[in-house]
């Protein structure tokens, strides 16, 4: 069984549609991706009142032993190609001239960033796969349960930002949207976006520490 985060754990979802959701997975016979017990590990990770930035991408990755349950992060040792992470690193460089190797993002999370997809499993292989399998109806309700305060978004690629036109109201928020980096998109916008300097640069004008990012 996939533990349901605590701190998340009231939204509508949990009890709406999870059911039909861990059903759907259940009945694919596909190997799905991230593991299970790590498939809400953004959300446990980040409670709604200690999250301060949200990156909102697509997909988890979808080789196997690549995905960790945290947009975007990779497990340690993993030994192939880097993707989006690695221009997440070369764009992190080319911002704020940090260098990082660490290929998991926990250290993110544990200060308040939410890394999250829009879809929260995949089919080995198949990117894009459970895009319709009902995590939107879960996304959406976290994106309205953060609209609360003014909050960082960091929205990459389309389906980020579709749902977040929808679900964020707060006049408050710093939006900064850019294509996925992906190494299919990242060179139509996602590099140049500078997203950590802006994004730290906004927390302190909040009153917030900035994010430490390398």
Do not use: C, N
């Given at each position: 069984m996939t533990p349901v985060p605590a701190a998340w754990s009231h939204l509508p979802f949990f009890r709406d549609d999870w059911p039909k959701v861990q059903a759907a997975l259940a009945a694919d016979r596909r190997t799905i991706l991230p593991p299970e017990e790590v498939r809400f590990a953004a959300l446990e990770r980040c409670?709604?009142?200690?999250?301060?930035?949200?990156?909102?991408?697509?997909?988890?990755?979808?080789?196997?032993?690549?995905?960790?349950?945290l947009a975007f992060s990779i497990q340690p040792d993993f030994p192939g190609r880097l993707d989006s992470l690695g221009n997440i690193f070369k764009e992190l460089r080319d911002d704020l001239g940090v260098s990082r190797s660490q290929t998991a993002l926990s250290d993110w999370a544990d200060q308040g960033v939410l890394l999250l997809n829009t879809a929260l499993s995949?089919?080995?292989?198949?990117?894009?796969?459970?895009?319709?399998?009902?995590?939107?109806?879960l996304i959406a309700q976290v994106l309205a349960e953060l609209d609360t305060r003014p909050r960082a978004f960091l929205l990459w690629g389309t389906p980020a930002q579709r749902l977040a036109a929808r679900h964020l109201r707060n006049s408050g928020h710093l939006r900064i949207e850019s294509a996925h980096?992906?190494?299919?998109?990242a060179y139509r916008g996602f590099f140049g976006s500078r997203p950590f300097s802006r994004t730290n640069d906004w927390l302190v004008r909040q009153g917030e520490k900035p994010i430490r990012w390398g």
């Open positions: 409670a709604p009142d200690r999250t301060r930035v949200v990156i909102l991408g697509q997909d988890p990755y979808h080789t196997p032993g690549k995905a960790d349950g995949v089919p080995e292989g198949a990117a894009k796969g459970h895009d319709q399998m009902g995590w939107s109806a980096p992906s190494p299919l998109s």
